[in-house]
């Protein structure tokens, strides 16, 4: 399939720049099967559209204050740089965005604000891979210091981010640091809609993967099938790989909530409806065409014009479908993106 056949025009004023508040306030464009109506609505209420038995799968990574500004020096020159983090090897060392990445070459050393600084090991064009003064919770400490919640482009471009990004591009369950993009899904539950959820009797588990800054890159060749994905660390443990094959086993539902949850099942899947424990960097690439293993259905946002997002509702969809639910969510004003309103996507009704 070429990259134009996942293109929509998307009027600006429905990119969204805050969320919606409370949390489940946010809209839910409900669809099920390939066809018949949409129904407009709200995440509060997502509770309508499940049965007791299912579950909802969660990403618990937690963003990092990625986003540093530094100042390399140079015997006499100093130069100001804007550091994004990208993803932690299993080295240790940070690949990283750097701008202007022209003023950086391997061996010079970047400051930051308290004490936190690191060594370029490498460059590549504007990449560099980082070695930090520090690790671990030293190294998380540092970084709530030094940081700044790295907003998707789209944001960045028309706000500076602010303290109460902090707290709203994080989601409440976040408990493993290490990724530089939240699991924009998630982000529209709180802790009443949980309660309410799991008194309803639909269950949850929990899995890791570490959102890195390739998921905001453009797709760059017209035959998508060329395209490449940026690797992400992921695990999921015993605890939930045990409560998803009791929901299969028991006929309910697995429903991932974000693509990242989704991407995840299906890189572990070692079958239909099979699945084990599974630790490592996924590079999955979920477009048209794919057999889904184990996720039945997804909650996820509104995604980006010809990205690779698109793609993989579109698989789960059909790439008509899809096209259906974002005419009518244009049509009906739902706001986009990672701070935008959410679907409720159920390709078998």
């Given at each position: 399939?070429l990259l134009q056949?996942?293109?929509f025009?998307?009027?600006e004023e429905?990119i969204?720049?805050r969320?919606?508040r409370?949390r489940?306030?946010?809209?839910l464009l409900v669809?099920?099967?390939?066809e018949?109506p949409?129904v407009?609505?709200t995440?509060?209420?997502?509770?309508?559209?499940?049965?007791?038995?299912?579950?909802?799968?969660?990403?618990?990574?937690?963003v990092?204050?990625?986003?540093?500004?530094g100042?390399?020096?140079?015997?006499?020159a100093a130069?100001r740089?804007?550091v994004?983090?990208?993803s932690?090897a299993?080295?240790?060392l940070?690949?990283a965005?750097?701008?202007p990445?022209?003023r950086?070459?391997a061996?010079?050393?970047?400051?930051?604000?308290?004490?936190?600084?690191?060594?370029?090991r490498?460059?590549?064009g504007?990449?560099i891979?980082?070695?930090f003064?520090?690790?671990?919770?030293?190294?998380?400490?540092?970084?709530e210091?030094?940081?700044e919640?790295p907003?998707?482009?789209y944001?960045a471009?028309?706000?500076?981010?602010d303290?109460?990004?902090?707290?709203?591009?994080?989601t409440?369950f976040?408990?493993?640091?290490?990724a530089v993009?939240?699991?924009?899904a998630?982000?529209?539950?709180d802790?009443?809609?949980l309660?309410?959820l799991?008194?309803?009797?639909?269950?949850?588990a929990?899995?890791?993967?570490?959102?890195g800054?390739?998921?905001?890159l453009p797709?760059?060749v017209?035959n998508?099938e060329a395209?490449r994905?940026?690797?992400?660390?992921?695990?999921i443990?015993?605890e939930?790989v045990?409560?998803i094959?009791?929901?299969?086993?028991?006929?309910?539902?697995?429903?991932?909530?974000?693509?990242?949850a989704?991407r995840?099942?299906?890189?572990?899947?070692?079958g239909?409806?099979?699945?084990?424990?599974?630790?490592?960097?996924?590079?999955?690439?979920?477009?048209p065409?794919?057999r889904?293993?184990?996720a039945?259905?997804?909650?996820?946002?509104f995604?980006?014009?010809?990205?690779t997002?698109?793609m993989?509702?579109?698989?789960?969809?059909?790439?008509?479908?899809?096209?259906?639910i974002y005419a009518?969510?244009?049509?009906?004003?739902y706001?986009?993106?990672?701070?935008?309103?959410s679907?409720?996507?159920?390709?078998?009704?």
């Amino acid at each position: 399939m070429l990259l134009q056949d996942f293109d929509f025009e998307l009027p600006e004023e429905l990119i969204a720049l805050r969320p919606a508040r409370p949390r489940p306030s946010s809209r839910l464009l409900v669809a099920r099967g390939a066809e018949g109506p949409l129904v407009d609505s709200t995440v509060d209420r997502l509770g309508d559209w499940l049965r007791p038995g299912d579950l909802l799968v969660f990403n618990d990574t937690r963003v990092i204050p990625a986003r540093l500004t530094g100042t390399r020096t140079r015997g006499d020159a100093a130069a100001r740089i804007v550091v994004t983090l990208i993803s932690l090897a299993p080295d240790g060392l940070w690949r990283a965005l750097a701008r202007p990445g022209k003023r950086l070459t391997a061996g010079d050393r970047i400051d930051f604000v308290g004490g936190l600084s690191a060594d370029v090991r490498d460059k590549d064009g504007a990449e560099i891979l980082l070695a930090f003064n520090t690790s671990g919770r030293a190294l998380e400490t540092l970084l709530e210091a030094a940081g700044e919640v790295p907003l998707p482009p789209y944001i960045a471009s028309r706000r500076a981010a602010d303290a109460a990004d902090r707290e709203d591009y994080q989601t409440v369950f976040a408990t493993r640091p290490g990724a530089v993009a939240a699991p924009t899904a998630s982000l529209h539950f709180d802790d009443g809609l949980l309660g309410r959820l799991d008194a309803a009797g639909v269950r949850s588990a929990r899995l890791t993967l570490h959102v890195g800054a390739g998921t905001f890159l453009p797709v760059k060749v017209e035959n998508i099938e060329a395209h490449r994905m940026h690797a992400e660390w992921g695990e999921i443990g015993v605890e939930a790989v045990d409560a998803i094959r009791a929901t299969i086993a028991g006929g309910g539902r697995v429903i991932p909530v974000g693509t990242t949850a989704l991407r995840l099942l299906e890189t572990a899947a070692t079958g239909p409806g099979a699945l084990a424990p599974w630790t490592g960097e996924t590079d999955i690439f979920i477009r048209p065409g794919h057999r889904f293993l184990i996720a039945d259905a997804l909650m996820t946002n509104f995604h980006l014009p010809k990205s690779t997002l698109m793609m993989l509702v579109s698989a789960l969809m059909g790439t008509g479908r899809i096209r259906q639910i974002y005419a009518h969510a244009i049509a009906e004003k739902y706001r986009f993106f990672s701070y935008g309103d959410s679907s409720l996507l159920l390709p078998k009704g």
